[in-house]
């Protein structure tokens, strides 16, 4: 069974940073691309970032772009988004989600609050 | 950036009766290897996105048959042929053809 579990998120003050991570189990985490994707409270879906298998490439939105940096350890199945700078507009569940172009499979999510 | 505009964005249906949603996207969602990377997922009040169909109109494994997919080029549709109780939520489509990957608003689905 596929599964995406995300940790990290928190409380955080504007100006600061963390880190978020995902698990991967079930399924051969080493040849999908991986996906962050955010949802303000109360709003749509919103993509963040995305990293080919290999890592041979990252993308980001332009509203990240600069202050997240998405890597992924294919060795422990593990997917990472560290984010600095963060602002109150960033305040949102992060979902790591597999396959870049199709989103198969989502994780249940962690909050991310940035707030003085 | 490809623009997804879905209609409408707020759905009343009886139980029992069709529901059908539309998404349109600012440009051509045909790939250069000639799939169509359009996407639906449903999310229900309180859980993550669940995808529903995947490059128009293939359905994933485990969703009704009431749901199915349509479309070409720049104009889909969502339909549930016979809306349930546990259809409520909010329905995306997404196009992963071209970067950046770009989600539709949403619409919502609720019982009258």
């Known amino acids: 069974e596929v599964q995406l579990v995300e940790s990290g998120g928190g409380l955080v003050k504007p100006g600061g940073s963390l880190r978020l991570s995902c698990a991967a189990s079930?399924?051969?985490?080493?040849?999908?691309?991986m996906n962050w994707v955010r949802q303000a409270p109360g709003k749509g879906l919103e993509w963040v970032s995305s990293?080919?298998?290999?890592?041979?490439?990252?993308r980001y939105a332009d509203s990240v772009k600069g202050r997240f940096t998405i890597s992924r350890d294919n060795a422990k199945n593990a997917l990472y988004l560290q984010m600095n700078s963060l602002r109150a507009e960033d305040t949102a569940v992060y979902y790591c989600?597999?396959?870049?172009?199709?989103?198969?499979?989502w994780g249940q999510g962690t909050l991310v609050t940035v707030s003085s | 950036d490809v623009v997804m505009t879905q209609s409408p964005l707020s759905l009343p249906v009886t139980l029992g009766q069709p529901a059908s949603i539309s998404c349109r996207s600012s440009q051509s969602l045909v790939y250069s290897d000639g799939n169509t990377y359009l996407n639906w997922f449903q999310q229900r009040p309180g859980q993550s996105p669940r995808r529903l169909i995947y490059?128009?109109?293939n359905r994933d494994s485990g969703v009704p048959d009431r749901f199915s997919g349509s479309g070409s080029g720049t104009d889909f549709t969502l339909k549930i042929s016979r809306v349930e109780a546990e259809d409520v939520g909010v329905y995306y489509c997404m196009q992963g053809t071209h970067w950046p990957t770009t989600f539709g608003q949403g619409t919502k689905v609720e019982i009258k």
């Open positions: 989600g597999r396959d870049s172009a199709e989103v198969d499979y």
């Open positions: 079930g399924f051969t985490f080493s040849i999908y691309s």
């Open positions: 490059r128009v109109s």
């Open positions: 990293i080919s298998s290999g890592s041979s490439y990252m």
